[in-house]
């Protein structure tokens, strides 16, 4: 039932960066555990970072140190900053609603995807 979007993204050189955003509707956002994920040409989708409905986090090694996930349970928002990016941070970037109560990074264990926000690093 929830329905999420993304924003943010765009075009950045390395060294460069962004914040992305994701806009929940349709349900009662603070209850929900978030993730970001990402996904380049070719590649299985990947986990990147989560945020549980208490503000706990946890990131994928790729980008511990670089990329900060938070939320504003006010706005029905989840932000992913990030810092530092190179061009192996290049790919569509989606917000999902983990769907179980256990801690998980697999893509399966998360719903209600996004469209996605195309994030560019150029050299």
């Known amino acids: 039932q929830v329905q999420l979007v993304e924003s943010g993204g765009g075009l950045v050189q390395a060294g460069g960066s962004l914040r992305l955003s994701c806009a929940a509707s349709?349900?009662?956002?603070?209850?929900?555990?978030m993730g970001w994920f990402r996904q380049a040409p070719g590649k299985e989708r990947e986990f990147v970072a989560s945020?549980?409905?208490?503000?706990?986090?946890t990131y994928s090694d790729s980008v511990k140190g670089r990329f900060t996930i938070s939320r504003d349970n006010a706005k029905n928002t989840v932000y992913l900053q990030m810092n530092s990016l190179t061009p192996e941070d290049t790919a569509v970037y989606y917000c999902?609603?983990?769907?179980?109560?256990?801690?998980?990074?697999?893509?399966?264990?998360?719903?209600?995807w996004g469209q996605g926000t195309q994030v560019t690093v150029t050299s």
């Open positions: 945020i549980s409905w208490s503000g706990g986090n």
């Open positions: 349709g349900a009662t956002f603070r209850t929900y555990s």
């Open positions: 999902a609603v983990r769907l179980t109560w256990i801690a998980t990074t697999r893509s399966a264990d998360f719903g209600s």
